[in-house]
Nanobody, 121 residues
Framework: VQLQASGGGLVRAGGSLRLSCAAS????????MGWYRQAPGKQRELVSL???????TYGDSVKGRFTISGDNAKNTVYLQMNSLESDDTAVYYC????????????????WGQGTLVTVSS
């Protein structure tokens, strides 16, 4: 499995960006896919996740500003980021957890390469 992330860049505070992450390879029927981020000097944190069952998860700091969506036909998830703030500056990493046929199985975890988002104030 490979994850290809794109869409990062430089934006002014209050602006918007959309990240994409395309998965290729053996994607199981049950999966969770989404984004984490890591700012300089900080730990990696959850941004948002989308499950194959339609479940959604958002980190507290992005609720109401970021929206995750997916295109199953393209094995791609998108992260629409609005009202960006300087604290959103980070490297954003795509994450896939490949569960298999049941949610009780141990997932295979994959990380994509990071994409840098810089928000200028």
């Amino acid at each position: 499995v490979q994850l290809q992330a794109s869409g990062g860049g430089l934006v002014r505070a209050g602006g918007s960006l959309r990240l994409s992450c395309a998965a290729s390879g053996n994607i199981f029927s049950k999966w969770v896919m989404g984004w984490y981020r890591q700012a300089p000097g900080k730990q990696r944190e959850l941004v948002s996740l989308l499950g194959s069952d339609g479940s959604l998860t958002y980190g507290d700091s992005v609720k109401g500003r970021f929206t995750i969506s997916g295109d199953n036909a393209k094995n791609t998830v998108y992260l629409q980021m609005n009202s960006l703030e300087s604290d959103d500056t980070a490297v954003y990493y795509c994450r896939l957890q490949n569960y298999g046929r049941t949610w009780s199985s141990n997932p295979e975890g994959y990380w994509g390469q990071g994409t840098l988002v810089t928000v200028s104030s």
